[in-house]
């Protein structure tokens, strides 16, 4: 490019060329021809093209007419200003020319390096940036329309709202009030499984049937979600004439050949997405990885750049739906998503502040887990917690034990002998040391603690997914589930895209259908967005530090099931009112965080940025970055190869990472710099002269070769020993801050039912005698208990008392007992200092009614005394005794009503009136 032109011409020059690319023909106003062969359109921009108030930097021809102007800037200029100028010129007349309209509606003002655009015919029109220039043929389309995009906006209907839920209804009437205002980003918070994909494609049909919306891209976070999202719009009874969203539009998965014409919904990934516009080859397995695993692998926050692609222009959609926003969507994928001149909606169950951030905290409609459990649209869960030694501590292999060392790549064994002692902390685990033993004995706590704790009256094992670290983590998880369960292949099968996209949607569509399959484990595949609803166990054997991505994972479980759809997986499913979260690595316990990326080169290997340093490189992004892979590096190593380390470079290598990083903190240079020169403002040039000598100090270990070179092959060294020691179970039980917050609920329902539920009044605030409840008011009692908001089952309350004041509870009783109700108020209102079985209290009280019995000189023949300890056990079970009680067993087997009459004559009802009042109190 030449020199010596002036900074506006240069502008000019990329301006050219990028009108070349969107197709436009640039003509200077002498060589004008506005009717130009050229394929397509004929559109044209001619170069200080003459108006009634001076020449305009360009004018736009379509068709031989002119339809708006540009005005160029050199870099460096805010365009912010400049509209007035190009408004002006659109106003103005050019002697002779032809106009699609009296006042140009469209308006560019652009530098080499930023555009903005403006459509006069919109409703309250005003300027946006845009990625590149409009192709000719699209604003010839513009001008033959009747009205622009975002007025057919305001001529949407009212919302038919049959089929719809509430939470849908706030999200449709949200987003189109955005639209309406012009909002060119919205963000809708939905909580899993409240039908967001519905939601999603009930406002498209409306965007694409009353507002002629050309194009919407749908981008999902995997593949096969965008395959499952493809069979909601094919799924769809349009509310025009009921027939299919499909029979109406094209919907399709982009592919290869680019997005047709002829498409009006074009699904995909981010991921392939960026492949096609720079036409970079996609990896096999891209497409169903997830942006939340992507973003906790790489930490990058650097954007993939991406260029004009005239296939797929900036035009090319209305509407961008962003399904899961991910922290990867504003940071890798940022550019791609902004390429586009189309309005952007982001659908997420669980927003950051960042997410937010990032659509212009336009959040439109907020429908929470919260919300989601109280409408019954969700589940509750409890946590479970699980603790063996080795995940907690790691553990120590003597020297002289004989070990199996495998290969990580090949799989290969090899049998050592240790020469010194090995210990391995827990986040070695599954990394350089496996222990078998480990994962037996979380499974075999989950079998023989967690179940019968928490689904006491099942013989068929939950429907239960468990996410592993890796692939291999699960293969072997996979082969410990079937000996745990003593099960076959079918019982327990790996779900990851490594078994291929087809077999991992069959055992996906087995595993939400099949009675047989019981446990899934996966790594991602279906952490975020797959709808698996009988599920109601989740196992953690990995941790996670992404709250987002937590949240996401925990949603796999939160979806409701009608009996009917359940029973036909797990038969013996009552309902599902709620999922167990098993944690067995302390994910519920660690911090979750949405910090800022330390990786600044993710394309760059290890080795290269050493070789950089070693070469002078001091770039605040190498350093860091390479100060981020050390960490990480010494999270796997054993101690024999971080002693190793440390001799040869003369300090850890923590601390060396550490040293690498701090060299690259801003506040720390600002206050260095503050020190050195004695300011409390220093200027960017006494930041960089104290950066310098830091950054010098803390790469000097990298000028030895033989550090790079150690660090290299330790980095590369793929033995993993095989721990084979038997590990210990050190606790399994449920969480103490769940266990707090079932207490809370159940407290709260007895604050909030306390006028409105007989029961609990007939517990607490009936003279002794009348204290007397029926078994109706009691189920009803444990009815309302177990219904939303508070979602707790009455036995579930007991664990938690016995977990939290375990010198106050006697005993556990059968979960299926209602009476555990009786109890648990009596305890939770301080009527009772003491938390017991209510058989154990009816029976002690029933003693006591005896012995005064006898004392008062009242004798009971045998038969009467067993017939009594039958009343006594019909009270226990179910906190009265009726009269129609006697026509059903156990005592219409002795005789019934008769029989009684005959051992009691006419003091039959006294009786029994008098246990139901003694033995209740």
Not at 167 to 177: P, R
Not at 380 to 401: N, P, S, V, W
């Amino acid at each position: 490019m030449n020199s010596s032109l002036k900074p506006e011409d240069l502008a000019r020059v990329t301006i050219d060329k990028k009108l070349t690319d969107a197709g436009w023909l640039v003509q200077d106003k002498k060589r004008m021809n506005l009717f130009a062969a050229k394929e397509g359109v004929h559109g044209v921009a001619i170069r200080e093209m003459d108006t009634t108030t001076g020449p305009v930097d360009y004018m736009l021809f379509i068709a031989g007419k002119a339809c708006g102007v540009i005005e160029a800037k050199k870099d460096g200029v805010s365009l912010g200003g400049v509209a007035e100028q190009s408004g002006r010129y659109s106003v103005s007349k050019s002697a002779f020319t032809q106009r699609w309209m009296d006042e140009l509606p469209f308006t560019y003002e652009a530098t080499s390096a930023e555009i903005r655009f403006c459509d006069y015919r919109d409703p309250k029109a005003r300027s946006r940036a845009v990625f590149h220039f409009h192709k000719p043929e699209t604003l010839k389309k513009w001008l033959e329309e009747e009205k622009t995009l975002r007025a057919r906006f305001h001529d949407l209907p009212e919302l038919n709202t049959n089929g719809l839920r509430d939470c849908q209804i706030e999200a449709i009437s949200g987003i189109e009030k955005s639209l309406k205002l012009n909002e060119p980003r919205a963000l809708l918070q939905m909580a899993t499984g409240s039908g967001k994909t519905f939601t999603a494609v009930t406002q498209i049909f409306r965007l694409a049937h009353y507002a002629k919306t050309k194009r919407v891209l749908f981008l999902v976070d995997r593949g096969n979600l965008g395959r499952q999202a493809k069979k909601e719009f094919e799924q769809y009874d349009t509310p025009v004439d009921g027939r299919k969203f499909t029979s109406h539009y094209n919907v399709n998965i982009l592919g290869t050949t680019g997005v047709a014409d002829t498409t009006k919904v074009t699904i995909s990934t981010i991921q392939r997405l960026y492949s096609q516009l720079s036409g970079v080859e996609l990896d096999d397995d891209a497409d169903e990885r997830s942006g939340y695993e992507i973003e906790e692998e790489t930490l990058s926050n650097t954007p993939r750049a991406v260029s004009y692609n005239s296939e797929i222009p900036i035009e090319a959609f209305d509407l961008v739906i962003i399904d899961e926003c991910h922290r990867s969507i504003y940071n890798l994928w940022r550019q791609v998503i902004e390429y586009f001149d189309a309005f952007i909606i982001g659908l997420t169950a669980t927003p950051t502040k960042k997410t937010i951030g990032f659509f212009n905290q336009n959040l439109v409609a907020e429908y929470t887990h919260e919300k989601a459990v109280i409408d019954k649209v969700n589940v509750g869960y409890d946590i479970y917690r699980i603790k063996t030694k080795k995940t907690e501590q790691g553990d120590l292999i003597e020297a002289g034990t004989a070990v199996q060392v495998r290969d990580r790549l090949t799989k290969k064994q090899r049998q050592e002998v240790l020469d010194q002692d090995q210990a391995y902390s827990k986040t070695q685990l599954d990394r350089s040391v496996i222990a078998p033993n480990q994962i037996r004995t979380v499974l075999t706590a989950f079998k023989e603690r967690c179940l019968p704790e928490c689904f006491s009256e099942r013989s068929w094992v939950p429907k239960t997914l468990i996410f592993a670290k890796d692939d291999d983590h699960a293969d072997r998880i996979v082969d410990k589930v079937r000996e745990v369960f003593n099960e076959g292949n079918s019982f327990c099968k790996k779900i990851t895209y490594r078994v291929g996209k087809k077999a991992a949607e069959d055992t996906i569509a087995e595993f939400r259908t099949s009675p047989r399959l019981r446990v899934a484990v996966t790594v991602d595949m279906i952490a975020t967005g797959t709808d698996i609803k009988p599920l109601e166990c989740l196992i953690f054997m990995r941790d996670v530090r992404s709250q987002a991505y937590y949240e996401q994972m925990k949603g796999r479980g939160t979806r409701v099931i009608d009996i009917d759809s359940l029973h036909q997986v797990t038969p013996d499913a009552k309902a599902k009112t709620r999922f167990v979260l098993v944690d067995a690595v302390g994910v519920t316990e660690s911090d979750k965080t949405e910090s800022k990326a330390m990786e600044k080169k993710p394309s760059v290997s290890t080795e290269k940025l050493m070789e950089q340093i070693a070469r002078g490189d001091r770039s605040a992004d190498t350093l860091q970055s390479l100060g981020n892979r050390l960490v990480r590096l010494d999270l796997t190593l054993d101690e024999k190869q971080r002693a190793m380390l440390s001799e040869l470079i003369g300090k850890p290598l923590a601390l060396v990472a550490g040293e690498l990083i701090r060299s690259t903190n801003e506040e720390y240079l600002e206050q260095q710099a503050k020190i050195q020169f004695g300011t409390d403002a220093p200027t960017q040039e006494q930041r960089d002269e104290v950066y310098k000598p830091i950054a010098d100090a803390a790469v000097k270990p990298f000028h030895n070769p033989d550090v790079r070179e150690t660090i290299e092959k330790v980095r590369r060294q793929t033995d993993q020993v095989i721990d084979d020691s038997a590990d210990e179970l050190q606790d399994a039980g449920f969480d103490v801050e769940k266990a707090q917050h079932i207490i809370k609920s159940f407290k709260q329902f007895i604050a909030d039912n306390k006028a409105e539920l007989s029961a609990i009044e007939l517990i607490y605030s009936k003279p002794y005698q009348q204290r007397h409840l029926s078994y109706e008011q009691i189920e009803a009692l444990a009815e309302n208990i177990q219904a939303p908001p508070y979602n707790i089952a009455p036995i579930e309350v007991w664990k938690a008392y016995q977990q939290l004041e375990t010198a106050k509870v006697k005993g556990l009783p059968p979960a299926t007992l209602l009476t555990n109700i009786v109890s648990l108020i009596s305890y939770a209102t301080g009527l009772k200092d003491v938390l017991e079985p209510f058989p154990e209290v009816v029976e002690r009280r029933f003693n006591a009614w005896a012995q005064q019995q006898q004392h008062s000189g009242t004798k009971f023949t045998p038969a009467q005394l067993e017939w009594l300890n039958l009343i006594k056990q019909q009270i226990a079970q179910n906190a009265e005794m009726m009269m129609d009680d006697f026509d059903y067993a156990p005592f219409n087997q002795q005789g019934g009503a008769l029989r009684a009459r005959q051992l009691f004559g006419e003091n039959l009802s006294n009786v029994i009136d008098e246990l139901n009042g003694y033995l209740i109190a």
